[in-house]
Nanobody, 124 residues
C-alpha cells in the first residue's frame, strides 16, 4: 500500500526554523516527482515546492522563495522541506505529495498520492 508519512511539524517562533520529512513506501520513489503543499484553516490547499525525480529541478511558491528548500534522498525514500525565517502566515497543515511529473503535482491530478499532513504553527 502506498504511504506518505510526514513528520517534523510543531510550534516555532517567528524567525525560527523547522525541517519537515516525508517517508515514502509502496511505490518506486525514484520514479516520482515529489512536492509539498499546505492548507491554512478556512483556506484552499496551496502549492509550496516541488522537486524532480533525481532532485535536479525544483520550484517554489513566490511566498516561500529564499526561505524554504526542498530536497530528496532517493536511497532513503524521503523528501524534506527545510523552512527558515518562518512567519506566522506560514502556519498551516503541510502535506507531502508524490506524482508522475511536476506538472501533474502542480495540477493536483488524480494520479498523485498524498500524505496525512503535519501541523506547523508559527507564533508571533
Amino acid at each position: 500500500q502506498v504511504q506518505l508519512v510526514e513528520s517534523g511539524g510543531g510550534l516555532v517562533q517567528a524567525g525560527g526554523s523547522l525541517r519537515l520529512s516525508c517517508a515514502a513506501s509502496g511505490f518506486t520513489f525514484r520514479n516520482y516527482a515529489m512536492g509539498w503543499f499546505r492548507q491554512a484553516p478556512g483556506k484552499e490547499r496551496d502549492f509550496v515546492a516541488v522537486i524532480s525525480f533525481a532532485g535536479g529541478t525544483t520550484d517554489y511558491a513566490d511566498s516561500v522563495k529564499g526561505r524554504f528548500t526542498i530536497s530528496r534522498d532517493n536511497a532513503k525514500n524521503t523528501v524534506y522541506l527545510q523552512m527558515n525565517s518562518l512567519k506566522p502566515e506560514d502556519t498551516a497543515v503541510y502535506y507531502c505529495a508524490a506524482g508522475p511529473s511536476i506538472a501533474n503535482l502542480r495540477a493536483s491530478g488524480q494520479r498523485n498520492y498524498w500524505g496525512q499532513g503535519t501541523q506547523v504553527t508559527v507564533s508571533s
